[in-house]
């Protein structure tokens, strides 16, 4: 009967409606007593010798089980007034019984359950269990001349007849005492793991709501990625095909007809990927992941059309393929095609380039991109979306990304992404 370990858990007060529960029950036990006292005076049968006064008799039946109306509230002393009050009707030959009994159950059950310093009420515990088998020892010495043979002359039993009534009494008062520990420890026991259920369960909820939370900022993080990768680009080549419209529209009309009908075209592939996108975007078994977007078209059988576009723009574009291309996964071809496309607009819109090359390696284990161009150069701004829509999808498919000014003038996007099964444990 070991005390369980101290924790730092303290049990909830007992509620109001328990406590009420408590009264009620207390008055019905002590009601119940002094019934069972009145039917026990009635019979004459006083087993513990002459009895006291009536008064007393009703003083320490009342004193033994009245403090259960409080017994939750305060279960350290109502276990200790239960047991001297226990212990004092005895010595005075009150015939207590089966309720007074049950009582001192009770307080024993209730101070394991529910006693807060569970230090204390195990110690409290194991006192009163020790002084309880110390007073029925003494008890059987005080009236060992009334344990004489004649009291057993109806004995037949293989075993000692006064052997046999002290280990009776003695058994019975080890299963009751055992009894009541062990079951006000398990109440205290299911109650402190009832109360780590409830806090597991919240902190179940909290992180449920914190992975909802995460899933909405992804899947913004998704669309702002996806319209920057699907407009910027489009938009930016039709601006710089306009001007150069505006500006050879009175000199050489063809050159100003060729550039409107490429502005045509790029607005025609850019409305028809916004649609594709919000299609993507409306299905709601498509994910954020980077294979979750199975209805995006782009990859990079595409640059080739990247390029031209770019070629119309006005730039001197060289496009190289080295190494033996092999069949990507679509989401690895899509990341490498709009990480180009970006470089690419980004030196359409801000590099003030004359030429741009644009080199796709397969490599061993990965695909490498690289775009450098001409211009002016120069580090990229904090806040640039485009920067931090490549580093997303390189670093998406555990990949690296270089960006930054070259030594020799000019700007250069270098991505690399893993296309083997280490993949998956360098993006995690």
């Known amino acids: 009967m070991s005390t369980a370990p101290t924790t730092g858990w303290r049990r909830p007060a007992p509620t109001a409606e328990q406590l009420r529960a408590d009264l009620w029950i207390g008055l019905a036990v002590t009601v119940l007593a002094l019934f069972e006292l009145t039917l026990a005076r009635s019979t004459g049968a006083f087993v513990l010798g002459p009895p006291p006064s009536l008064a007393e008799q009703l003083w320490w039946t009342v004193a033994t089980t009245a403090p259960l109306a409080v017994r939750r509230r305060w279960p350290a002393a109502v276990a200790v007034v239960v047991s001297i009050a226990f212990v004092a009707g005895q010595a005075r030959a009150v015939p207590l019984s089966q309720l007074p009994s049950g009582a001192l159950f009770a307080a024993l059950y209730t101070l394991g ?24 020892g003494l008890s059987l010495a005080l009236r060992a001349e009334q344990l004489s043979a004649e009291a057993f002359a109806g004995a037949a039993g293989p075993v000692p007849p006064v052997l046999a009534a002290v280990i009776n009494g003695v058994l019975y008062n080890v299963l009751f005492f055992v009894f009541a520990y062990y079951s006000g420890q398990t109440a205290w026991v299911a109650a402190r793991r009832r109360h780590e259920l409830r806090e597991q369960a919240e902190e179940l909820r909290r992180s449920q709501a914190q992975a909802r939370e995460r899933a909405v900022i992804a899947e913004r993080v998704r669309i702002a990625r996806e ?20 500006r050879v529209l009175d000199r050489d009309p063809d050159k100003a007809r060729t550039a409107l009908t490429a502005i045509e075209e790029t607005a025609r592939t850019s409305v028809d990927e916004l649609r594709r996108m919000l299609g993507v975007l409306r299905d709601p078994h498509v ?10 078209t782009a990859g990079l059988d595409q640059v080739a059309a990247l390029v031209d576009r770019a070629r119309e723009a006005g730039l001197r574009v060289e496009l190289g393929v080295y190494g033996e291309p092999a069949a990507l996964p679509r989401s690895v071809s899509q990341a490498a095609y709009r990480i180009v496309q970006e470089a690419v607009t980004n030196v359409v819109k801000h590099a003030s ?9 397969y490599l061993a284990r990965d695909l490498e991109v690289d775009v450098t161009d001409d211009g002016r150069g120069g580090a990229p701004g904090p806040g640039g979306l485009g ?19 070259r030594a020799g003038g000019g700007f250069r ?8 099964v280490e993949a998956v444990g360098r993006a995690a």
């Open 227 to 246: 319209l920057h990768d699907v407009v910027a680009h489009h938009v930016s080549v039709m601006g710089v095909q306009a001007a150069a419209a505006r």
């Open 413 to 420: 996007v270098r991505a690399r992404i893993p296309l083997g």
């Open 287 to 296: 994910g954020s992941g980077p294979d979750d977007t199975p209805a995006d």
């Open 353 to 361: 380039a004359a030429s741009l090359d644009v080199r796709i390696r």
């Open 387 to 405: 920067l931090i829509g490549m580093r997303e999808r390189v670093t998406a498919h555990g990949g690296e990304l270089e960006a930054g000014p």
């Open 113 to 136: 359950a529910w006693g807060t310093d569970r230090r204390v009420a195990g110690r409290l515990r194991m006192g009163i269990i020790a002084t309880m088998f110390g007073w029925l």
